[in-house]
T-cell receptor, first 112, second 111 residues
């Protein structure tokens, strides 16, 4: 079965640079969620989109923005990167009619 | 407020049953979930239960929900070494389907 696809899988950036993370949800899933997982921590919700509209916002820094496109894929844009942004970034998708949220493999971001 | 708590560590012998416990505080939880995470890997959805259910069984996995005590448990029967991982409990609440995670329970299965 198709799963959530994230790209890139690994990313190395320098401080103050920008990064764009991409997420392709499972086909026919209309909701996308972004989570951040720091080393040894549990995932923290950042932002979500339903039918291309922002549906909820969590502890996402103002330096980050995200959107969902007409084909339902989503991008997380991160600017002025800081060392503390180093983490695993997960995208998850679900269908509005189901409670199941399926996670992608994650993008490991390292900020030097 | 939203808070999910789990014990940090559990060690069992191969072949025994494992029980991982979780407590949550938000009574408006819609769904409760169990995810498995192996080192350096993503989050694998193991099972989830709607908040009006008491129990759900799926092969070796049994989920029990006590809504009165806001307590959720995951029982893994015949635990195998491949079950060694971190298990996260999570809840979603009515106002949003965002997930609130517990801190994770590290399960170690000894041969």
């Amino acid at each position: 079965a198709a799963g959530v696809i994230q790209s890139p899988r690994h990313l190395i950036k320098e401080k103050r640079e920008t990064a764009t993370l991409k997420c392709y949800p499972i086909p026919r899933h209309d909701t996308v969620y972004w989570y951040q997982q720091g080393p040894g921590q549990d995932p923290q919700f950042l932002i979500s989109f339903y039918e291309k509209m922002q549906s909820d916002k969590g502890s996402i820094p103002d330096r980050f923005s995200a959107q969902q496109f007409s084909d339902y894929h989503s991008e997380l844009n991160m600017s002025s990167l800081e060392l503390g942004d180093s983490a695993l970034y997960f995208c998850a998708s679900s269908a509005a009619t189901s409670g199941a949220q399926y996670f992608g493999p994650g993008t490991r971001l390292l900020v030097l | 407020g939203e808070d999910v708590e789990q014990s940090l560590f559990l060690s069992v012998r191969e072949g025994d049953s494992s029980v991982i416990n979780c407590t949550y505080t938000d009574s408006s939880s819609t769904y409760l979930y169990w995810y498995k995470q192996e080192p350096g890997a993503g989050l694998q959805l193991l099972t989830y239960i709607f908040s009006n259910m008491d129990m759900k069984q799926d092969q070796r996995l049994t989920v029990l929900l006590n809504k009165k005590d806001k307590h959720l448990s995951l029982r893994i029967a015949d635990t195998q070494t491949g079950d060694s991982a971190i298990y996260f409990c999570a809840e979603s609440i009515d106002s949003s389907y965002k997930l609130i995670f517990g801190s994770g329970t590290r399960l170690l299965v000894r041969p």
